[in-house]
């Protein structure tokens, strides 16, 4: 059985996170003054962090109202001054980021480089759409219905409330990722954090009101989708969800029959597809970046790896020999390479997808086990072969640090063994030929595809939209369209001097001859 690297357990919590700073963030949250409290446990230790009040139905409401009285003065604000918050909050993320470092390993038990991942994730996000937000938003003059006399603008207008349900897996680029484009639109935003990472939701929030964003324009609540779910939904002008493919589908269900626009960013069985002239050193570097960071819970990561028989054997020695030497802990500091898992059910998912695996014949080439020596939710990053269609590791998304490795002999089989999945997140491929790489990720069904790199250089050119295909999502985050969604197109057409009919002194068969000959002289010209 592979061993890794430990550190110590680390008992109690960082001195950032003060008694004072909890108890702001706390009172962030909307909700009454008397009501119940919720409190998660730190995943490192299992012991409980800050207690945070629960936000009723009533509460929901009453934050939705509260958004849209704020929402009309925060879309007349000019976007200058839209701009001048963002990056100051950009500014103050960067100024506070151990704050932000602290408070993500307390509440998800990554490691501080994952935690740091986020930093910079949320960094570039809001610079990047405080600085092209009123490009793309900007009145755009269209191409009219007769040329010279109809003049056509498209305006884009806030869509007015958006609801975000971000989930626990990335607290800070979940939380606030998403939320900005639609405050650069001039929404307002209620968002629902996940209860056990909302310490770090709240903390963006508290960051944007000390950088300027006027009260009450973006929001959150703290409950159980159960309980203030319908609230959420009810009063929303767009949805923006992040999470499982099953709730992802009741989401898409209800705001059909609201007939409100959604984005759903779900799940996925990412694949990664090492060619026969990949850099091998270089590859298995990359895997070992692809399939284990948060634990393996990122959406994004890869738990399946397709390799070239020829360089099977090389790889496969090289991977399992940088996992085997991972460091696995807990600890407040960059000297650790894998974190926790951040809740029971994900270590139950993690263990069950393992053992039954290796109880259908799987072969564990490195981790396979719990490790409650080092706290109770850590899993050893584990690496199998010999896995079948009938283990439920082989096409089940298990969102934690698995992967199952897979020979090929030919490339097409390769493409079409990662497309055999109803998902379509992520992917990874890599050939030491650029041109190759490129032309076999414009093959895989995903909405994103690095080659020679895991998931980073895709997630990070945050000009080009992210997001699922299939059962991976709808809609996209990033890029123009991660703002222009939440907006409501309008076409405004002013016709002048002559419209389509004809006038008085021209019958309607003169009129009609007149039309036809002026279409044919349109395409002669070259008009589109
Ligand atoms: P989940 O069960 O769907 O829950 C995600 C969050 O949504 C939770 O906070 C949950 O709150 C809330 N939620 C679910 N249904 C809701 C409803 N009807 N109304 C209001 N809130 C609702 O997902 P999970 O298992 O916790 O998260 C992991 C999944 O997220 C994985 O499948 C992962 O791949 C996916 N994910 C996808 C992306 C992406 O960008 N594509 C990013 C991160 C994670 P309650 O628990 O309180 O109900």
Redesign the pocket.
């Known amino acids: 059985m592979a061993t890794a690297h430990t550190t110590p357990r680390t008992s109690g919590l960082p001195a950032s996170l003060t008694p004072a700073l909890l108890a702001r963030l706390a009172a962030r949250v909307t909700a009454a003054a008397d009501a119940a409290r919720v409190t998660a446990n730190a995943p490192y230790t299992g012991t409980p962090l800050a207690a945070l009040p629960v936000s009723t139905p009533a509460d929901v409401e009453d934050a939705f109202t509260r958004a849209r009285a704020a929402q009309a003065t925060w879309a007349a604000t000019p976007m200058g001054e839209r701009k001048r918050i963002m990056l100051r909050f950009h500014d103050l993320v960067l100024a506070r980021r151990d704050e932000a470092l602290d408070l993500m390993q307390a509440e998800n038990g990554k490691t501080r480089r994952d935690a740091f991942l986020e930093v910079t994730d949320i960094a570039i996000t809001a610079r990047y759409y405080a600085r092209n937000a009123a490009g793309l938003l900007r009145p755009k003059r269209r191409r009219g219905a007769i040329p010279l006399l109809t003049r056509t603008t498209e305006l884009r207008h806030p869509k007015g409330v958006v609801t975000v ?6 607290p800070l680029s ?1 939380a606030a990722g998403d939320a900005v484009p639609a405050l650069m639109a001039g929404n307002a935003v209620v968002q ?5 990472t909302a310490l770090t939701a709240l903390w963006a929030l508290d960051l944007m009101h000390e950088a300027g964003l006027p009260t009450g324009v973006w929001q959150m609540v703290v ?8 609230q ?2 009810d009063n929303a002008d767009y949805m923006m ?8 589908r ?2 898409a269900r ?1 705001a059909g029959m609201r007939l409100i626009g959604a984005s759903l ?4 069985k990412n694949a990664m597809i090492v060619l026969d002239d990949a850099d091998i050193e270089k590859a298995a570097d990359g895997a070992v970046n692809a399939c284990f960071p948060s634990a393996g ?4 990561s890869i738990e399946r790896l397709y390799v070239a028989e020829a360089v099977r054997e090389r790889f496969v020695a090289a991977f399992v020999e940088r996992t085997k030497k991972l460091k696995i802990g807990a600890a407040y500091d960059y000297s650790i390479d894998v974190g926790s898992l951040t809740n029971q ?1 994900q270590l139950d998912t993690v263990t069950a997808h393992v053992d039954d695996a290796v109880a259908k014949g799987a072969t564990v080439l490195a981790g396979g086990r719990a490790r409650p020596d080092l706290g109770p939710l850590f899993y050893e990053p584990t690496v199998l072969t010999d896995v079948t269609p009938d283990m439920t590791v082989y096409d089940h ?1 298990t ?1 934690g640090p698995v992967v199952s490795v897979y020979p090929f002999r030919h490339v097409e089989e390769a493409i079409a063994r990662a497309n055999a999945t109803p998902y379509g ?1 992520n992917a990874s491929v890599w050939s030491r030929d650029g041109a190759r790489g490129r032309a076999v990720a414009a093959r895989v069904h995903a909405g994103t595809v690095n080659v020679n790199e895991a998931f980073a250089a895709a997630w990070g050119s945050i000009d080009a939209p ?3 295909m299939g059962d ?2 709808l809609g996209r ?1 990033h890029g123009a369209d991660g703002i222009l969604k939440y907006t409501e197109p309008q076409t405004v057409a002013h016709q002048r001097i002559q419209g389509f009919y004809p006038p008085a002194s021209v019958s309607p068969e003169t009129w009609a001859t007149l039309l036809t000959g002026a279409l044919r002289i349109l395409k002669a010209a070259g008009l589109r």
């Open positions: 349900i971000s989930p626990w897996n990335y979940m629902k954090p996940d209860t056990q409950g159980r989708g159960s309980s203030i779910g319908d959420l939904m969800f992040t999470g499982s493919t099953a709730s992802g009741r989401i209800d960013e779900l799940g996925g819970q990122l959406c994004v059910s998304e969102f997140l992210m997001g699922g991976s999502g985050r």
